[in-house]
């Protein structure tokens, strides 16, 4: 049991790196400075930073969660 909580840890790291870097690259055709002050560079690239965690945990948690419930439906229809 212990392998598979392991592997599943690793899974889970490497989807929500790779979602991170697939939000982090879609975000860059986003011009969001145009809706900040100027000069304001730091807060800009949080907000850049903050968008991508937000977003991108989102939708490997998205990702994940509709992966187990899949691997789960076999037990609908065991006995």
Not at 11 to 40: C, D, G, K, M, Y
């Given at each position: 049991?212990m392998?598979?909580i392991?592997?599943q840890a690793l899974?889970s790291?490497?989807?929500?790196?790779a979602f991170?870097?697939?939000?982090?690259?879609?975000?860059?055709a986003?011009?969001?400075e145009?809706?900040?002050?100027p000069n304001?560079?730091?807060?800009g690239?949080l907000?850049?930073i903050?968008l991508t965690?937000?977003?991108?945990?989102t939708?490997a948690?998205?990702?994940l969660d509709?992966w187990?419930?899949?691997?789960?439906?076999?037990y609908?229809?065991?006995?």
């Amino acid at each position: 049991m212990m392998p598979v909580i392991g592997q599943q840890a690793l899974i889970s790291i490497i989807v929500h790196l790779a979602f991170l870097a697939v939000t982090w690259w879609t975000l860059q055709a986003v011009r969001l400075e145009v809706l900040l002050r100027p000069n304001r560079v730091v807060q800009g690239r949080l907000l850049y930073i903050l968008l991508t965690i937000a977003i991108g945990s989102t939708v490997a948690n998205f990702f994940l969660d509709y992966w187990a419930w899949s691997t789960d439906l076999p037990y609908l229809f065991r006995d």
